[in-house]
């Protein structure tokens, strides 16, 4: 079945330092690939979306670009905010699937 | 526009109870899921409505799980004799027509389970 890897963390920076979350997923076919944020105590939000090869998902400055050759996801930042502290979900879904797949979080801090 | 609504925020229940968890989707999304998010798990899928359709269980982990969705809008999760391993956050997200594996699922701020 489909299978989503992610950095595990927990990953801390200082404020305005770069950031990668390194995401791998495996699939029959092609899926459309997802980054979901969960800021303490609140839901998942959709942070940004690639459905197609070379797609790059963009918002709120973070990127992510959809890699066919390696299977990743991989999300980018280049300068992080203490307002950015959340846990990080990477989750691909499949052409015949309905439900997300997700990875196993990483738990991000970032420090004044 | 209204988001996804969940409710309780908080259960705390005895061991044995039975438990009802409420979830009332965007207005107009015709899929609605149910995941379930605890510290050893991770995020799993338990449920899946679209439209009028027979819903996909493949996700519930035992008989003591159910859910329905009336008049294909809010959905009532049950959890019948309750047991800690069932404490968890529970999760709704809803979408438009699932048909497309692109369409981005929107999640409810989830209801704390905690059983005693």
């Known amino acids: 079945g489909d299978s989503v890897t992610q950095m595990e963390g927990p990953v801390t920076l200082s404020e305005e330092a770069f950031l990668t979350i390194n995401c791998t997923y495996t699939a029959t076919g092609y899926p459309s690939l997802f980054w979901y944020v969960q800021y303490p105590g609140e839901g998942l939000q959709l942070l940004l979306k690639?459905?197609?090869?070379?797609d790059k998902g963009s918002n709120k400055g973070f990127e992510a670009t959809y890699r066919k050759e390696t299977t990743s996801f991989h999300l980018e930042k280049g300068s992080v905010q203490v307002s950015d502290s959340a846990v990080y979900f990477c989750?691909?879904?499949?052409?015949?699937?309905?439900?997300?797949?997700f990875g196993s979080g990483t738990q991000l801090t970032v420090l004044p | 526009g209204a988001g996804v609504s969940q409710s309780p925020s908080n259960k705390v229940t005895e061991k044995g109870k039975d438990v009802e968890l409420r979830c009332d989707p965007i207005s107009g999304h015709t899929a609605l899921y149910w995941y379930r998010q605890s510290l050893g798990q991770g995020l799993e899928f338990l449920i899946y409505?679209?439209?009028?359709?027979?819903?996909?269980k493949s996700g519930l982990p035992s008989d003591r799980f159910s859910a329905e969705r009336t008049g294909g809008s809010v959905s009532t999760l049950t959890i019948q004799r309750t047991q800690q391993e069932d404490s968890a956050v529970y999760l709704c997200?809803?979408?438009?027509?699932?048909?497309?594996?692109?369409?981005?699922?929107?999640f409810g701020d989830g209801t704390r389970l905690s059983i005693l």
């Open positions: 997200a809803s979408s438009l027509a699932s048909g497309q594996s692109n369409q981005p699922q929107h």
């Open positions: 690639a459905t197609k090869a070379d």
């Open positions: 409505f679209q439209g009028n359709s027979a819903p996909d």
């Open positions: 989750a691909s879904r499949g052409g015949s699937a309905r439900q997300l797949t």
